[in-house]
């Protein structure tokens, strides 16, 4: 017994020294004895900004008490194969600026201790990938300003500025001076260039890059015709074959009577691209039956003159207005379109729910007022109940003194799929009334609803609108407002309270009041606004047309 005890103890003994010099060995290996390791910087951070870039490190574990110089290179690859540019520093950090690193260009950082009389260089320590944002003077482009072969870029207003580079997808790039007359005027009409193109376009102060944007030219127009004031509007409707493309000269058209698009798609579109100079007196106008559809570009539309109840009426036919019909596209893009008492859009005629049916409609770059008799319609911007529609979208548009609320669709009329409606960049002021929702009315139909970067105010136009702004339950409905503003929405004209929006989903949204009222038709943004910069992509919301 005496002798198993021995034995153990024995074991117990050796296993302890094998633990003493296991750990002996682990202390002595994790113990950095090599210089190149003792003095190598650490823990590399880089805080990068439009025009400058701030790294910091940590000083090197053996540092205390030395004077040590750093190297730092700059590469644009992480192998750092080839070196943009060297600096040296004495402290545990460095600036750079767009003197030495090109602006949106990703960098590459190393650093490293250099040798002392009693050490010798340290390792690399290497960080992560960053770059200079670069400053950004370009405003956003209007859709207007973009032609076939030419384009208006506009920006800040900014002494020095030299040049713009014009850059095609495939291509020789184009550089046009800027005298010190444009640099101060904040724009440049730049012509000769290539129809259905894309281009990148740069802007210089001398070398420094100062903005950078992105544009397409338009594809080139075939015309069917091309009419001049005085020319039979109406009959070149009537006469137009599928597919047409009508073309205006500027000037004034009158069209006396309702227009009826009758089985066939047709475009009606400035040749200037201009609404300021292509004006048409309307009464309305019809899309009739299955294939009915327009693309209206570039024009003023005016329906005062022909005391107009719709701007754009859906009828399955003449002889038969509740009809089943199912209608191509509607567009309305870079228009102004005002002057209809009733509603900009009536789509409700079909004789059951569904009887009509639409593809898309889209209202772009436009500006549509005076629709709806100050609210005291009961037919809706969008009158639409009862119209299987895929999407609506409203986009860098302002809508103003227009119907009792914006989109009706309330007619239970579950569709193929479940449509939407999408908000965008837009203006609208002064609208609601006649006790409805005053933005959307969906009843229990499924939707998808999105107001995104717009802004909206001054509920009601006249009377009282309901208490939810909105209304969409329908099961699988969705449901929401983000990076918008919105103020002075009222169940009443008077002693009313405050609008609430149902289920939707709010967010990033900000209630400031611009002094606007019902009655404002001037929507420019102070300068300096937050609202400048309150998109989802830190740009203006609203439509771009008021912003500069």
Known sequence: MKKIILQLGIKLMLLSVIVLLASSCKKTDDAPTDPARIFKPSDVKISAGETSAKLTWTLPLMSTGKVLKYSIDFSTDSLFSTIKYSTTADTAGVTVTEDNLAVRTKYYARIKANATETQPESKYVRSGGFQLTGIQLFLPIRDSEVKENNVVLRYTPTVGLSTIVLTPVTGTAITTTLSPAEASAGLKAITGLTAATKYT???????????????????????????????DLAAAITGAANGAVIGLNPGTYTLTATSFITHKTITIKSTSGNPSDTKVNYKEFDLEGTGAGVTLSGIEFDGTVGASLYFLNLIGSQAANGSAATFTNIVVDNCIAHGSTTAFLRGDRGTNAKDFKITGITVNNSVVYDMGA???STYYTFNITKLQFNSIIVSKSTLYNCGPGLVLASTIATGDQTPSVQISYSTINGFGGSARYALLDANTNPIIFSIQNSIFANTPKSSTVNAAAIRGTGTGSSLSISNSNYFNLSTALTAGTALTFGTATLTSNQTIDLGWTAATTNFQLPAGSALRTASNTATAIGDPRWTY
């Open 374 to 376: 100050n609210g005291t």
């Open 201 to 231: 376009a740069e802007l210089f102060d001398g070398t420094k890059s100062k903005g950078i944007t992105t544009f397409t030219t338009l594809a080139p127009t075939t015309y069917t015709v091309r009419l001049n004031p005085g020319d």
